[in-house]
C-alpha cells in the first residue's frame, strides 16, 4: 500500500483552467503539507494542516486553495491556472519527525 | 524569515570520489533532516540529528549536526553511481515555528562511471 499517494501524477492544462490535485495519506499522521518544485528542484512549502487545520499558509496567491475534509486527505485546488504554476507539487504528511512524501504531480500549463 | 542555505547547487564527481554537501541555518534548529531524490523520484528521508555536535553513521554516508545546532554537513565516502540524486537538507523550526521543516535548495549530485 502507497503510504501518501497523489493524483493525479501528470496534470497538462491551458491556462486560465481551474484544476484540482488529491492528495490522501494512510499513515495515521495528523500533519499533512503541500509542496512545490520549481525546475530547479527548489522545495517551497506552500500550506501545512494539523488535524484538518491550516497552520501553514507560506506566501502563495489566493488562486491556491487547500482543503482537508479529514485528516488524511489534503486537496488542492488551483483557480485561473498561469504558466508559471508548472511544477511538480509534492503532498507529504509527517508525524514529529520525518516527512512522507508523496510521487509528485507533474503539472504543465501551456 | 528563517533560512536554510545549501551549498554546493551541483556537484560532478567521479564514481569513487568522495562528496560533502553543506548546510547553513540563519537561526538555531531544533534538528535537522535530510532526504535523497533521486531523478524522476520524490525526496525520501534518510535521517535525524538531534543533538547538538551529533554524528551518525549509514554504511558510506555521515551526517553531522553542528555544536551551535545552525550548521550540518552530509559527506558521502567511495561514490557509486546509485547515489546519483539530489539531497536535501530541512531544518526543523523552534518555538513559534516548531513543526516547520525549512527545506534547503538542495545539491544533486552526478556520479561518472
Known amino acids: 500500500d502507497t503510504a501518501v499517494s497523489q493524483t493525479p501524477k501528470y496534470l497538462v492544462t491551458q491556462m486560465g483552467n481551474d484544476k484540482s490535485i488529491k492528495c490522501e495519506q494512510n499513515?495515521?499522521?495528523?500533519?499533512m503539507y503541500w509542496y512545490k518544485q520549481d525546475s530547479k528542484k527548489f522545495l517551497k512549502i506552500m500550506f501545512s494542516?494539523?488535524?484538518?487545520?491550516?497552520?501553514i499558509n507560506e506566501t502563495v496567491p489566493n488562486r491556491f486553495s487547500p482543503k482537508s475534509p479529514d485528516k488524511a486527505h489534503l486537496n488542492l485546488h488551483i483557480n485561473s491556472l498561469e504558466l508559471g504554476d508548472s511544477a511538480v507539487y509534492f503532498c507529504a504528511s509527517s508525524y514529529r519527525a520525518e516527512a512522507f512524501f508523496g510521487q509528485g504531480t507533474r503539472l504543465t500549463v501551456v | 524569515g528563517q533560512q536554510v542555505m545549501q551549498i554546493p547547487q551541483y556537484q560532478h564527481v567521479q564514481e569513487g570520489e568522495d562528496f560533502t554537501t553543506y548546510c547553513n541555518s540563519s537561526t538555531t534548529l531544533s534538528n535537522i533532516q535530510w532526504y535523497k531524490q533521486r531523478p524522476g523520484g520524490h525526496p525520501v528521508f534518510l535521517i535525524q540529528?538531534?543533538?547538538?555536535?551529533e554524528v551518525k553513521k549509514q554504511k558510506r554516508l555521515t551526517f553531522q549536526f553542528g555544536e551551535a545546532k545552525k550548521n550540518s554537513s552530509l559527506h558521502i565516502t567511495a561514490t557509486q553511481t546509485t547515489d546519483v540524486g539530489t539531497y536535501f537538507c530541512a531544518g526543523g523550526g523552534r518555538g513559534s515555528t516548531l513543526g516547520r521543516l525549512y527545506f534547503g535548495r538542495g545539491t544533486q549530485l552526478t556520479v561518472w562511471p
Open positions: 494542516y494539523n488535524n484538518k487545520e491550516l497552520i
Open positions: 499513515l495515521g499522521h495528523d500533519t
Open positions: 540529528l538531534v543533538k547538538s555536535g
